[in-house]
């Protein structure tokens, strides 16, 4: 309890809202009561010996100043200057480096930088740095795209924040301006010279398909192939399988189980079960296949699978976690093929309440491998030829799904929103279109038992006392909550001052369907806490739920794995020796969340990627969005039908002058009133697009009819001069 409640009070303490209170107020507005305070004194007072938290004037707590010297990661800009995160959060923040002491970092560097302190700018400190160190190289390697300018050749790196680096022998594997390449950096940048590289690798013109994917592999240093020791291992393992003794497993074989997935899945991790029990109860079976019984501890296969955390989804290709024999083969649960899998049966009374939870190894057939899209039109009543029993599990699936939503939206389960894109391929890789992904419910339907399975399983470890990867999400900071209701109401919601869980159901049902939707699905996400994996036991606020962790997805997540490991020494009655720690927990924790936030932004980096190079091939034409974002260098927008974000520069809203107002969250015109805020509908022309920095540039279409409203008013005064002028001649004639 004293780490979760040290992880709460620096949550609230880096909040920009935060103003120094005294400890007995700061407990006040974290939501402890009389019975946690001695704990919250305890929490407090490590934090103070350990220097991350200070008590100033007045007794007032803050997080400490800027020390003399602070260790952090260094961000580059395009104009020269950069600022350091420091790793031990502070009052100030990042800290301002100026061009001229930046020495030679670049983006992503670990540094050591001195601090000075400045003059105030009204009521802030400022601070600005000089590095001093360089401690750690981000990376020496950088992806990008080759340019020439004049006689040298350049390659312009992938990303928001980089610097140019300068190549000395192009020719030496025949690149050309526009190759997208790989570049290791022999020389750092100067202030007065450019970073030198030389080409490691030529990945093909920029725009093609597996140019791109190669480019985001070697950017994020994503895993790909598997070294020999690892494909032998899973052999073996597969080969045992087929020889193997389960006769002490439950044997499901006869019963009817289903898998549905998307229709590219070839790893089928999860299948289901449902019995409906005389007493008028069901019970839920939730069956998952059995990696930990292939994937044994410490061997070279279970080290690389740590390593890489997790497998990854890019668009048009998978990056598995473990060997495709595994992935694909003897783990994926195939329709009428024997597998092993871990069941968790979780009955259920007709309000969805949980009566029971047993859990087994057991073994089972598949009696069908269903798609979202196949599942919804049955269940709708569409014809089908699946057999009748089939048929019938499908439509108690939706019947029992829905009794556990309602439940689990009753006790406070939070249901953002935030329609996913599909893209459409040609047969050459190209992106031709995309459109909004399938969002049937029989999505829900899985949705609703994997969380009911990995639920049931947490309470089992928790009740075993055993320490275990759990799947954290911390209730949002009090300061979060009460700047999320401001911002709610100035987006025209009626909303309370401190909206709990609740009243965040109310708002997003509220806002269902209308322009406004996205942004506020948008802004209470970024009010939240990321989920992340730890041992804290925290529980997961989205969910509403106490205890919480990833059991059903062992093929691609290796968190689900470790806990698979755990399920197995309960199952057997095993004590539970030599498993990991709370500490290591802790720290392959920290590993997993950032091999997940890897995967994430990889993905994300290649979708950007080929719905903009399929934007760039329709340059002038429109698109119906909505206003997502605000700044005081423009208006960000939401288009709906690609679900990628653009930008009206500030300078090219109109011909008026546009002004950001952060109070009343809006840009408007300073002569014509007109007004800009967040969750308007808004049609947009496509103007540019940067490939490099990933960013779309768009106009609003109003602004466009402006000008020709004012080339139409021009030509009529031109007109109309001609005309007096043409008067006033005559009359001089005369």
């Known amino acids: 309890m004293v780490d979760v409640l040290k ?72 104009k020269g200057f950069g600022f350091v995160t420091p790793r031990d959060a502070n009052s100030h923040g990042d800290v301002f480096i100026p061009e001229d002491y930046k020495k030679n970092a670049m983006t992503g560097d670990t540094v050591v930088a001195t601090v000075t302190k400045e003059e105030k700018r009204g009521k802030e400190e400022r601070y600005s740095g000089k590095i001093i160190e360089i401690v750690q190289r981000a990376n020496n390697r950088f992806v990008g795209t080759i340019i020439k300018k004049k006689d040298f050749y350049f390659l312009l790196p992938d990303g928001k924040f980089t610097e140019l680096i300068q190549i000395d022998d192009v020719t030496a594997k025949n690149a050309q301006p526009d190759d997208k390449a790989v570049v290791e950096i022999i020389s750092f ?42 494909l032998d291992e899973a052999g073996r393992a597969a080969r045992d399988f087929e020889m193997g003794d389960y006769s002490k497993r439950l044997d499901l074989s006869e019963k009817i189980i289903v898998t549905i997935d998307p229709p590219d899945a070839k790893d089928f991790d999860d299948a289901i079960s449902i019995d409906k029990n005389r007493d008028g109860t069901f019970t839920l079976g939730v069956h998952i296949a059995d990696v930990s019984t292939f994937v044994r501890p410490d061997l070279a296969l279970d080290s690389e699978a740590g390593k890489r ?64 899209t196949e599942a919804d039109e049955i269940i709708k009543g569409g014809k089908t030829d699946r ?23 009753y006790e406070g389960m939070l249901h953002l929103d935030l329609p996913d894109t599909d893209l459409v391929f040609d047969k050459a890789g190209q992106v031709i279109d995309a459109h909004p992904a399938d969002a049937s419910y029989p999505h829900t339907i899985i949705e609703m038992f994997m969380v009911e399975a990995n639920e049931a399983v947490a309470r089992m470890l928790h009740s075993a006392k055993v320490p275990f990867m759990r799947r954290i999400h911390p209730d949002p900071d009090s300061l979060s909550v009460k700047k999320l209701g401001e911002m709610l109401k100035m987006f025209g919601v009626t909303a309370p001052r401190n909206p709990d869980r609740f009243d965040l159901q109310k708002i997003l049902d509220a806002v269902k369907g209308k322009p406004r939707a996205y942004a506020v699905n948008i802004y209470i996400l970024r009010s939240l806490s990321k989920a992340e994996y730890s041992p804290l036991n925290i ?20 968190a689900d794995l470790l806990v698979h490991r755990l399920f197995d020494m309960y199952i057997n009655k095993e004590d539970f020796n030599n498993v990991p720690s709370h500490e290591e927990l802790i720290e ?55 679900g990628i974000e653009g930008l009206i520069p500030i300078n090219l809203i109109g011909k008026d002058n546009y002004i950001y107002d952060h109070r009343a969250q809006c840009v408007y015109g300073q002569r014509n009133g007109k007004t800009y805020h967040i969750g308007m509908p808004i049609t947009v022309r496509i103007a540019s697009v940067n490939m490099s920095a990933r960013q779309l540039n768009v106009v609003p279409v109003e602004q466009e009819n402006e000008k020709r409203e004012h080339k139409r008013e021009h030509k009529k005064e031109r007109i109309k001069g001609k005309k007096i002028k043409k008067e006033k001649s005559k009359k001089r004639k005369k």
């Open 7 to 78: 992880k709460k009070i620096l949550t609230h303490l880096r909040h920009r809202e935060y103003k120094p209170v005294k400890a007995a107020d700061l407990a006040e507005s974290l939501g402890l009561k009389k019975d946690d305070m001695e704990t919250f004194q305890d929490a407090f007072e490590q934090l103070r010996k350990d220097g991350l938290v200070v008590i100033g004037s007045k007794n007032f707590v803050s997080l400490p100043p800027p020390g003399a010297k602070i260790y952090g990661t260094f961000r580059g800009t395009t």
């Open 189 to 230: 940048q100067t202030k007065n010279e450019f970073a030198r590289g030389v080409l490691i690798e030529v990945l093909g013109k920029i725009g093609k398909y597996k140019t791109e994917i190669d480019a985001v592999i070697r950017r994020f240093a994503l895993r790909q192939e598997f070294k020999p020791e690892c």
């Open 309 to 372: 955390g997790n497998s990854v989804y890019l668009p048009g290709l998978v990056l598995p976690m473990l060997p495709e024999t595994l992935s694909n083969g003897v783990c994926s649960l195939q329709p009428a093929q024997k597998r092993l899998t871990k069941s968790a049966f979780i009955t259920y009374d007709n309000s969805g309440k949980v009566l029971r939870e047993e859990f087994a190894n057991s073994i089972i057939h598949s009696k069908a491998r269903l798609t979202y």
């Open 387 to 409: 057999p009748q029993e089939v048929i019938a599990l499908l439509r108690d699936m939706e019947k029992l799904a829905k009794t556990i939503e309602a439940r689990r939206r």
């Open 539 to 558: 529980g997961h606020y989205a969910l509403a739920s106490r205890h919480y962790c990833h059991f059903t997805s062992p093929i691609r997540r290796y």
């Open 588 to 642: 392959t924790g920290r590993h997993l969340n950032f091999t997940e936030e890897k995967a994430d932004d990889a993905e994300e980096d290649l979708k950007a990627v080929l719905i903009l190079q399929l934007l760039q091939k329709r340059l002038g034409e429109t698109m119906e969005g909505v206003v997502s974002g605000l700044a005081n260098f423009g208006i960000f927008v939401q288009c709906n039908k690609f």
